[in-house]
């Protein structure tokens, strides 16, 4: 079946360590999203791709970065530089004006 | 600026009860809608979507909307709600050319 796959579901992460959520999808959409999620929000914008090679900054890049290397890939690292990463993260792929077809989510806590 | 509220943070309805989440947006172009639903610790499920044509959309789950571009809205409905429809529901529009644009969500608690 066609879809989105994120992984891990839960990551843990200590002080100082980057770490890295995976996102997978095979609709062969062009775009994909990364979104944050905190409690009783609404979703952010990290980052978005609309063609490989390419993906820009969305409303709080700060302190993650993204690759495109492939169209069914869009891995997000969580770099040290995230003050505050405890948060739920989404992934989503579109195609065109098309609904957004989103992943299972992976819960990042800092420990 | 494109923008989506959803007025309501907090919805409460007993079961078998009629249900409608309000959704207001301000976007420059022909904006396209939708409505999505998520279970706790789940990703989002799209629930119906307006592109064009009749302005009452079908959608899974007995849910149903209207668009009314004279209000600007784009409010969810459902006849009866069951106990399983107890999440939280995002309002969203896109565009070419142009990410989607989410609301806050409105969460729907349901009492038997």
């Known amino acids: 079946d066609g879809g989105i796959t994120q992984s891990p579901k839960y990551l843990f992460r200590k002080e100082g360590q980057n770490v890295t959520l995976s996102c997978e999808q095979n609709?062969?959409?062009?775009?994909m999203y990364w979104y944050r999620q905190d409690p009783g929000q609404g979703l952010r914008l990290i980052y978005y791709?609309?063609?490989?090679?390419?993906?820009q900054k969305g409303d709080i890049a700060e302190g993650y970065s993204v690759s495109r290397e492939k169209k069914e890939s869009f891995p997000l690292t969580v770099t040290s530089a995230q003050k505050n990463p405890t948060a739920f993260y989404l992934c989503?792929?579109?195609?065109?004006?098309?609904?957004?077809?989103f992943g299972q989510g992976t819960r990042l806590t800092v420990v | 600026a494109q923008s989506v509220t959803q007025p309501d943070i907090h919805i409460t309805v007993s079961e078998g009860a009629s249900l409608e989440l309000r959704c207001n947006y301000s976007?420059?172009?022909?904006?396209?809608l939708f409505w999505y639903v998520q279970s706790p610790g789940q990703g989002l499920q799209l629930l119906l979507k307006y592109f064009s044509g009749d302005t009452l959309v079908q959608g899974i789950k007995g849910f149903e909307a209207e668009f009314k571009r004279s209000q600007s809205s784009f409010n969810l409905r459902k006849p009866s709600v069951h106990w399983s429809d107890a999440a939280e529901y995002f309002c969203a529009v896109g565009a070419w050319g142009q990410n989607f644009v989410f609301g806050p969500g409105t969460r729907l608690s349901v009492l038997p």
């Open positions: 976007y420059g172009a022909t904006p396209y």
């Open positions: 989503a792929s579109s195609m065109g004006v098309a609904e957004a077809f």
């Open positions: 791709s609309q063609i490989v090679n390419d993906f």
């Open positions: 609709l062969n959409h062009d775009a």
